[in-house]
């Protein structure tokens, strides 16, 4: 959904402010293999093609879901280990959009 939101010439900030009006959030809650599971599951079904993981508390549950959630992702080949691009526009294969303060590369 939010690559497809780039791809028809969202922006960034765009993007943002349409999923930060969303008050409806889907709650998973498990294991790090149930995640895990949960997430193939829907990415595998194409019913995603990505997530935004909001955390119970801070630092504490984001730390748990780098450390304990992200290596199962990675082991089942699910989640990059390493970025391809220097920047998020490059990492999500889109375009970058014209700026008049800077010239066309």
């Not at 508390?57 to 220097?86: H, K, N, S, W």
């Amino acid at each position: 959904m939010i690559i497809e939101m780039g791809r028809r010439g969202m922006t960034i900030r765009e993007i943002g402010r349409v999923l930060g009006m969303s008050q409806a959030h889907r709650v998973a809650y498990g294991t790090p293999v149930q995640l895990a599971d949960d997430m193939q599951e829907w990415l595998e079904a194409e019913a995603c093609d990505g997530f935004n993981v909001m955390f119970h508390t801070v630092p504490a549950g984001l730390e748990e879901f780098v450390d304990l959630v992200v290596p199962e992702l990675q082991r089942r080949g699910i989640f990059r280990r390493e970025y391809e691009g220097r920047t998020l526009r490059e990492n999500l294969g889109l375009p970058r959009p014209a700026n008049r303060f800077f010239p066309q590369r």
